[in-house]
Nanobody, 126 residues
Framework: QVQLVESGGRLVQAGGSLRLSCAAS??????????MGWFRQAPGKEREFVAT????????YYADSVKGRFTISRDNAKNTVYLQMNSLKPVDTAVYYC?????????????????WGQGTQVTVSS
């Protein structure tokens, strides 16, 4: 069983920056083998893929809407994955979720992630 807890969400002005954190339970070895991802869900909208990372190969992939603005990273010693968000826009307003997958490859669909956090609210005002 893997437990994920997000933190760092808050109200921020458009153009500002924010870093989200996701703390995961489990051994370091197990965490190293998980593909980690970030998703978001705005009010009245379906869950949307944001970014994913595979530690063993340093592979990353981003949704077109956040390329050049968001960066996913992780600290395996702390069992934590981060999402650095820069140049935030009001359309980035959503509840952000981290997720973990046992897939051997980067995945962008939510149904391939077995574990999910409770989410953290990010609100970007103009």
């Amino acid at each position: 069983q893997v437990q994920l807890v997000e933190s760092g969400g808050r109200l921020v002005q458009a153009g500002g920056s924010l870093r989200l954190s996701c703390a995961a339970s489990g051994s370091g070895v197990a965490f190293n083998n998980y593909v980690m991802g970030w998703f978001r869900q705005a009010p009245g909208k379906e869950r949307e893929f944001v970014a994913t990372n595979r530690w063993s190969t340093r592979d990353t992939y981003y949704a077109d809407s956040v390329k050049g603005r968001f960066t996913i990273s992780r600290d395996n010693a702390k069992n934590t994955v981060y999402l650095q968000m820069n140049s935030l826009k009001p359309v980035d307003t959503a509840v952000y979720y981290c997720a973990a997958s046992s897939s051997l490859y980067l995945v962008t669909t939510g149904d391939r992630y077995e574990y999910w956090g409770q989410g953290t609210q990010v609100t970007v005002s103009s």
